[in-house]
């Protein structure tokens, strides 16, 4: 069975600077994706990016980047030049290919301070 | 495009009490999804559907049942309301490919008093 652990509950980081959120994962599946989800109070769920695990090269969004370390199982989001409307809760999140079944990790809680 | 809608936003109901959430989609997926998310706490699967007629159990589908009529609608019903259950559920769509994301609702608080 696939795990995904976020061991961050809670960070907070300065208005403009730079923030990175961890995520480890477990599976046995050669082939999977690799997701982070923004909720933010609104409650929607809210796709950041996203990384393909065949792919060698991280995946980018504008201000957001992910470090992928295939061996080490690791799926770490950076936020660059963050802003006040970066405040969510952030979840990392595995999906075996082909089956189209998430499993999240447990989220952590990001607070942007001005 | 209204994407996935789902009601009601909000419910409190009795122990015991039933209901149905319902959930509908306008994009034309075949892949639908229940999850719930517990307080401070990650999103978890109930149950899903690939297709019309087709449904599966996710990692917790106890207390629960779906079924999928059409392509647009998948409706999750609780037949006996427990404690256990009050959470905030969530209704996901997406194509079959892998690679594009899931679409979800804006979700449904439910509280069971």
């Known amino acids: 069975a696939q795990t995904v652990t976020q061991s961050q509950p809670e960070m907070s980081v300065q208005e403009a600077e730079t923030v990175t959120l961890s995520c480890t994962y477990d599976t046995s599946e050669s082939n999977y994706y690799l997701f982070w989800y923004k909720q933010p109070p609104s409650r929607q769920m809210i796709l950041v990016i996203r990384q393909e695990a065949y792919k060698q090269q991280n995946a980018t969004e504008n201000r957001f980047s992910v470090n992928f370390q295939k061996a080490a199982k690791s799926f770490s989001l950076k936020i660059s030049d963050s802003q006040l409307g970066d405040t969510a809760m952030y979840f990392c999140a595995f999906m075996a290919s082909n089956t189209g079944k998430l499993i999240f990790g447990q989220g952590t809680t990001l607070q942007v301070k001005p | 495009n209204a994407g996935v809608t789902q009601t009601p936003k909000f419910r409190i109901l009795k122990i015991g009490q039933s209901m149905t959430l319902q959930c509908t989609q306008d994009m034309n997926h075949n892949y639908m999804y229940w999850y719930r998310q517990d307080p401070g706490m990650g999103l978890k699967l109930i149950y899903y559907s690939v297709g019309a007629g087709i449904t599966d159990k996710g990692e917790v589908p106890n207390g629960y049942n779906v079924s999928r009529s059409t392509t647009e609608d998948f409706p999750l019903r609780l037949e006996l309301a427990a404690p256990s259950q009050t959470s905030v559920y969530f209704c996901?769509?997406?194509?079959?490919?892998?690679?594009?994301?899931?679409?979800f609702g804006d979700g449904t608080r439910l509280s069971i008093l």
């Open positions: 996901a769509s997406s194509t079959q490919d892998s690679n594009q994301p899931q679409h």
